[in-house]
DNA sequence: AATTTATGTTTCAAGTGTGAAACAAAAGGA
DNA sequence: TCCTTTTGTTTCACACTTGAAACATAAATT
C-alpha cells in the first residue's frame, strides 16, 4: 500500500469501479476478478489493481473481489457514507434545476438551501428548497451546516461567489459559470464547464478534417491572414 | 502554422479566450497582447501563441492582437456562426432542465426536440420543445435536421439510445449519463458526468489528509483487511 | 503437496501536455 | 534609420498518465 498523493483521475476510477460493481451485484454476482471487471467495463485490469492498491488490500488472491466487500470500502474512501449538505448560489434556471437534480440525493448531497440577489425570488421554494437572500448567506451557511456550495451564476459575478463562499469556511465547491475559478488555499473546486463542452462540439462538427459531414466548406482551413 | 493533429485542451482553450476577449471587447478595448490577456486572466502567453498559432497568424508583431479580428477568427475556428439543432434523449428532470437551458442558445445550438419512451410524456410540450416518442427518433432527427444529440436517461439505458443516435448519423453526442461511453468511428462524445465530479468533491472532504474539516477520523486511511 | 489462479508491486517505455527559454521577423515609434 | 515591442516558432526539460511486463505471494483446488 502506498502513501504517496493520489491523482484526481485515480478517485474518478474508483467512481466508475463502484458503479460497475454496484451493476454486477444487482446482477447478483459476488466475486469478481479485476480481469472480469475490465472485460465487462472495457477497462484495464492492471489499473484497476493499482488504483485500489492506492489505499489497502481489498482482494483475494486466487479468488478476485469479493463485490459486497470492495463496494463499502470503496463507499467509505470516496466518502460516500456521510451526509453533505449543499448551498446553491444562483436561483436562475440552471439554479433551480439543479435544486432537484436527483444526482445530488443519490449520491450523499442533499440541497439546503438556494441563494439569489433578485428580491422577488427571495422567499419562494423551488421544491423544498427555499430561496435565501445571498446577503444573509453566512449565517445560513452556518444555521444548516452547508459545506458544500455550487455556483450557478453569470460568469462575471462567479469570482464575487466564490470569495464570499470561502470567507465562510466551506471547502467544497461545484462551479457552473462558465469561467474557470482556481483554488485558493484548501479549498477544492470542479469546474463543470458546459459551455466548453458545447463548443467542443461544435468545433469537432465544423472543424476540416471532418470529412463525412456535409458542414465541411473546403479552405475551412485556410484561416490565414495575408496583409 | 502547423498542421499536426489539435489536442482537445487547445480548443477548450480557444473557448475560454474567446470569452475573454468578449470581456476586453465589452470593456472597450480594441487590442490586446498575449502578454497582457495572459496576466489579466491568468493565463500563459507562450501558450496562448501557442494555440493561436495552430490555426494561422492572427496577431500583428509589435502590436498584439486586434480584439475584434480575433474573435471572428476564434467563432469560425470553433464553428460558432454555424446554427446546429439539438435532441434531447430522456425528458426526465435533468432532460427537461436542459431544453430550456440558456447555455444551448448562448452557443449556436437550438433544441429542437425531446425525446422519449413514456406514453404519458408524449406529446407534451417543454417551453416551446415537443416531447416525441423515441420509436420516432430516426425520422424526426430527418424531419428537425437534428445534428447534436444529448443523452439525458438513466445510465442502464444509455448504451442502447448511443446505438440508435449513431445509427441515425449523428455525429456529436453530448453524454450526461452517469457511465463514460466510448466513441465509434467518426462520432464525438463529451462526457459530462456529475456523478464523478460529485463524488470527487465527496473524496476531497472525506480523506484523511483533510485535517482541516471535522470530518477527519483518526485511521481512515488504514482500510486494509487482515483475514 | 503440487498446481492453478489472481492479486500486489515494481519497473520501464511511450505518449502527452506544460512552461521556460531563445531568437528571428515584423510592425510601429522616435 | 534605429530601437522597442511583440508575435511566431523551435527546442528542451519536466511532469504526469498509461499500459505492458515480470514476478513474488497468497489462497483455493485437485
Redesign the pocket.
Known amino acids: 500500500?502506498?502513501v504517496e498523493k493520489i491523482?484526481?483521475?485515480?478517485t474518478n476510477r474508483l467512481s466508475i469501479y463502484l458503479r460497475c460493481l454496484n451493476d454486477l451485484a444487482a446482477q447478483g454476482a459476488k466475486t469478481v476478478?479485476?480481469?472480469g471487471l475490465a472485460k465487462k467495463f472495457h477497462l484495464?485490469?492492471?489499473?484497476i489493481?493499482?488504483d485500489?492498491?492506492y489505499f489497502g488490500?481489498?482482494?483475494?488472491?486466487?479468488?478476485?473481489?469479493y463485490i459486497d466487500d470492495l463496494r463499502k470500502h470503496l463507499t467509505k474512501i470516496l466518502g460516500l457514507d456521510k451526509k453533505h449538505c449543499v448551498g446553491i448560489i444562483g436561483a436562475g434556471r440552471l439554479g433551480t434545476a439543479l435544486a432537484d437534480y436527483y444526482g445530488f440525493a443519490q449520491s450523499n448531497f442533499s440541497v439546503a438551501a438556494l441563494f439569489d440577489a433578485d428580491q422577488d425570488k427571495i422567499g419562494q421554494k423551488v421544491g423544498t428548497v427555499e430561496i435565501f437572500d445571498i446577503k444573509s448567506f453566512a449565517e445560513t451557511v452556518k444555521k444548516y451546516k452547508i459545506d458544500v456550495a455550487v455556483i450557478a451564476v453569470p460568469a462575471e459575478f462567479a469570482q464575487d461567489v466564490l470569495e464570499q463562499i470561502t470567507n465562510s469556511g466551506i471547502k467544497a465547491v461545484m462551479n457552473f459559470a462558465p469561467i474557470p475559478l482556481r483554488a485558493k488555499g484548501d479549498v477544492k473546486i470542479k469546474n463543470v464547464d458546459l459551455t466548453i463542452s458545447l463548443e467542443s462540439l461544435s468545433y469537432f462538427l465544423a472543424k476540416p478534417s471532418n470529412k463525412n459531414g456535409k458542414i465541411l466548406k473546403p479552405n475551412a482551413a485556410k484561416s490565414r491572414i495575408k496583409?
Open positions: 500500500m502506498k491523482s484526481e483521475l485515480t476478478s479485476s480481469d484495464n485490469s492492471a489499473q489493481r493499482k485500489l492498491a488490500e481489498f482482494g483475494v488472491r486466487g479468488v478476485g473481489y496583409q
